[in-house]
């Protein structure tokens, strides 16, 4: 363990500008929900119509939480957002501990740093502590925004100890995986798998046999009902289950070697395949696996929204207040919750096409760019490698998107016509998200040491106006800067393509001016 508050303070510093973005969205989270809650449920009689409506809706109850924390106000916001701010955190502590154990391992630095007076677990122990540490500075604020909009201190102070135990409890995860795996890449995916399983048995268990909500770290936190009953003993499970796998993790990095996993990297084929032999298939191939989860995942979601579509009218009826923040004021609530649940998916469309963008960046840090570029590969190839997944990926996500909002509406309306509609709807948005992609390649290509920074404070940027424009009384040019709000709200407006072709058009221009920064500049710097 020998220098491990020395790293602790290292990583502090690697994070300082990451981190707070992270502890921010989850505080934000909290703070709108509540405020919107108490707003919309400040009488006794407004909960009691919302109970009374959800506790026969059983796709809202799995989308949410237990009805028993619906006995309070502060016990609603709970139910609503902490499944949420839980998975927030949890990604939160997972980037945390994979990119400073594994991550570093994998690039080279881990070994630099051990070669000094650096004992063999301090490296674990140091990303831990920050885990922990960004975990509980999480509970923290979560907790005074509780606190701040009005929430009952006791009930806060348990909602902020259980977003802690989820960050703990993955961070511990994590750091298990990372003994386990060879590559970074393979840690996020089987903690990023455990993290949709434990979301799908809390959701199982809330909508059905609640005993399966008992096997989920985010429904741990949910069963301790706070301000609803305000139960600590649950929060014994995370405890024990993050230390049980902390010494698990240590025990593991004592018997595997340096740079190796004890789940071997399976070995790839003694001659590539023809599709590797251009930067097109070089690209897909680095990029298959995250495409296709991506595509899953959005489909899901969109199953998710398409299942609740058919009561929500009954739901608006039952609680009207909930128009006022409806596309169009609610006056076709149907259309209004179609097209407002389309954005919301196509706002991690883009997200996705941002990460395909800086995967071209990741190459060139990790020095596998220049090999490539040192054969007859042009620059301009190599990149249009990159945006053709960006391209593709993001089309195959929105599709996605509107099929599975679709198919899950049109199974309950016995109309398949909605699935065509629908995805028609979500295509809508792909010069938007194309354009959210072009921006991540301008600063690729003028700004590559600060491209991912800027490229998230774009996503965040567009998430903030389509989520809390009114809540904020953003001017009008403040909310115009994003290209979401320049597309048509289909199904609830009618589709014009003239907002969409200039969308296109600009998408186009700033990935050819980021072309433009990569030929000038040298690569890897």
Avoid at 115 to 140: E, H, K, M, Y
Avoid at 480 to 505: G, I, K, Q
């Amino acid at each position: 363990m020998t220098g491990t508050a020395r790293l602790l303070r290292f990583l502090l510093r690697r994070e300082r500008i990451g981190l707070p973005w992270w502890l921010l969205g989850a505080t934000l989270l909290l703070l709108v929900q509540s405020t919107q809650s108490q707003s919309l449920y400040d009488t006794p009689e407004a909960l009691a119509d919302l109970r009374r409506t959800i506790g026969g809706n059983t796709a809202v109850i799995a989308m949410s939480g237990p009805t028993e924390l619906l006995r309070t106000i502060g016990g609603e916001v709970v139910f609503e957002i902490f499944a949420f701010v839980a998975i927030v955190v949890a990604l939160m502590a997972m980037f945390l501990v994979g990119r400073h154990t594994r991550g570093d391992e994998e690039a080279g630095r881990a070994e630099l740093i051990r070669s000094a007076r650096i004992g063999r677990r301090a490296p674990l122990a140091a990303a831990l502590a920050l885990a922990g540490l960004a975990s509980l500075a999480a509970g923290v604020l979560v907790f005074a925004a509780a606190v701040g909009t009005g929430l009952p201190a006791g009930g806060s102070v348990l909602l902020g100890a259980a977003v802690t135990s989820a960050g703990v409890t993955f961070a511990a995860l994590t750091a298990v995986a990372a003994q386990l795996f060879e590559n970074v890449r393979a840690v996020y995916g089987a903690v990023g798998f455990t993290l949709g399983a434990a979301y799908a048995l809390r959701a199982a268990g809330d909508a059905g046999n609640s005993a399966l909500s008992w096997l989920s770290p985010i429904g741990w936190g949910q069963r301790t009902f706070p301000y609803a009953g305000d139960r600590w003993w649950p929060l014994l499970i995370p405890l024990a289950v993050t230390a049980a796998l902390v010494m698990l993790a240590a025990s593991l990095l004592e018997r595997r070697d340096f740079g190796a996993g004890f789940v071997p990297s399976r070995p790839g084929r003694p001659v590539a395949t023809r599709a590797l032999g251009n930067a097109f298939g070089l690209a897909w191939r680095l990029q298959r696996t995250a495409a296709a989860g991506w595509v899953l995942g959005l489909g899901l979601l969109g199953l998710a929204y398409g299942s609740v579509a058919d009561s929500i009218e009954q739901y608006v009826a039952d609680n009207p207040e909930i128009a006022e923040f409806m596309p169009g004021g609610g006056q076709r609530i149907l259309d209004a919750y179609l097209a407002l649940t389309v954005a919301l998916s196509a706002l991690i469309a883009a997200a996705y096409g941002v990460t395909t963008v800086l995967r071209a960046r990741a190459e060139e840090n990790a020095g596998r760019a220049e090999p490539v570029l040192a054969t007859r590969t042009s620059r301009l190839a190599w990149l249009a490698g990159h945006l053709s997944v960006t391209l593709a990926g993001t089309t195959l996500a929105l599709v996605a998107i509107g099929a599975g909002t679709g198919l899950a509406y049109a199974l309950t309306v016995s109309d398949m016509g909605e699935v065509p509609r629908l995805i028609g709807a979500a295509l809508a948005y792909l010069p938007a998200v194309l354009l959210i992609a072009a921006v991540a390649v301008l600063t690729v290509g003028w700004l590559p040491r600060a491209a991912a920074a800027l490229s998230w404070i774009a996503v965040g940027y567009c998430a903030v106006v389509a989520l809390f424009a009114d809540s904020f009384d953003l001017p009008e040019w403040a909310q115009r800067a994003s290209p979401f709000e320049h597309t048509p709200e289909v199904p609830l407006e009618t589709l014009t393509l003239v907002p969409l072709v200039v969308l296109a058009l600009l998408a186009a221009a700033f990935a050819a001016v980021g072309y433009a920064g990569l030929r000038r500049r040298d690569i890897g710097v």
